[in-house]
């Protein structure tokens, strides 16, 4: 029986690996520290999930530790060699960064180094996941040519056909947020471990993840929080681009399928972006509007704010050519439609 660390255990992506990865028999070791109720406050706490997986699986061993504490982690590796290790643990807030730029890093950047140089030492053969983020790329993506404003959305244009962004787009001379250089700077020593250690390792630089078990707040998550504000009717703020922004959406189960296939043909420093493409790409306009049709509930509660948010996406959308090409069976199962009932049905309940 494979062995599998998943930091992160309980948050959305990490809690979708434990169940995914249950499935396929895997001795799970399932790491979380309930960080995301410390910085969001205990409505968005993880504590419920952990609870609903301690009921359903018996055979995970749980683990309450710090990321950021070495010699615990230590502990860790020293009994356990590990075949794969998913690291999706991290501050996840563009905008919670600035207010402690020095935890966000450690959190997102010095925690990831422990794990990589764990891995290098303890169990060098296992592959290592690193759930990235597109924030890499800074605010690069409002200046792209092309980029037109329509009635609905933003959208870019390239000799007459829809654009997406791959792996290419430069990471520097950019705005990028605390958020952004922390998880850019573990992005990259990812890669440098891969190339340099010769650790299996791949960065998946991710939209908009989302589903049923997101804990979406208001500067984090925007379509599991604005779901949560239209389903219990509450004011849900819209900070600039008139609403107007877009960002493609996948859904956990799609981006954890990602991490399975990969796991069958790894390589040394890889990069893929993640995301639901230009399909399952929307305003918060349209997201409003498809929300309200599907929840059939009549909302209003709409506040505009001119300021944008510093360094925030006009329009994000992913190209998903690079991994498609690599591992042709993958596909997304759940479209944008589908993903949203979900996610309604998680907030009636």
């Known amino acids: 029986m494979k062995k599998i660390l998943i930091t992160g255990s309980s948050g959305l992506i990490g809690s979708e690996a434990v169940n995914f990865f249950s499935k396929k028999k895997f001795k799970i070791f399932a790491l979380d520290n309930d960080f995301r109720g410390k910085i969001f406050g205990k409505e968005y706490s993880t504590k419920k999930i952990l609870k609903i997986q301690r009921n359903l699986y018996k055979n995970i061993k749980y683990i309450n530790a710090d990321i950021c504490n070495f010699f615990k982690l230590r ?17 996840p807030s563009h905008d919670w960064s600035a207010k402690d730029p020095i935890l966000d890093f450690k959190v997102n950047a010095l925690a990831t ?4 140089e764990l891995t290098r030492i303890f169990s060098p053969k296992a592959v290592f996941i690193f759930t990235s983020t597109n924030k890499v790329y800074g605010d690069t993506p409002n200046y792209l040519s092309g980029l037109k404003e329509l009635k609905t959305r933003f959208d870019v244009f390239r000799k007459k056909k829809f654009y997406s962004i791959n792996e290419s787009m430069s990471i520097d001379h950019s705005k990028h947020s605390p958020f952004g250089v922390s998880k850019l700077a573990a992005d990259v020593m990812v890669q440098e471990y891969g190339k340099y250690f010769n650790i299996k390792t791949v960065s998946f630089r991710c939209g908009c993840l989302t589903g049923p078990n997101h804990q979406g707040a208001e500067l984090h998550g925007f379509l599991s929080y604005l779901v949560k504000c239209i389903v219990n009717n509450k004011s849900y703020t819209i900070y600039g681009h008139n609403g107007k922004q877009v960002r493609d959406n996948i859904h956990s189960y799609d981006l954890v399928n990602m991490f399975w296939h990969y796991l069958k043909k790894p390589g040394y420093g890889d990069v893929f972006n993640a995301g639901g493409g230009r399909k399952n790409s929307i305003s918060i306009l349209e997201a409003i509007n498809l929300i309200k049709s599907i929840a059939k509930k009549d909302w209003n509660k709409l506040k505009f704010v001119n300021t944008k948010r510093k360094g925030d996406h006009a329009w994000y959308v992913t190209d998903l050519n690079k991994f498609s090409k690599k591992f042709p069976k993958w596909k997304i199962k759940y479209n944008l439609k589908e993903t949203i009932k979900q996610i309604i049905d998680a907030n009636q309940k």
């Open 75 to 91: 502990n860790i590796f020293l009994k356990n060699k590990f075949d794969v290790i998913i690291h999706t643990a991290g501050q």
């Open 113 to 116: 180094l422990n794990l990589l």
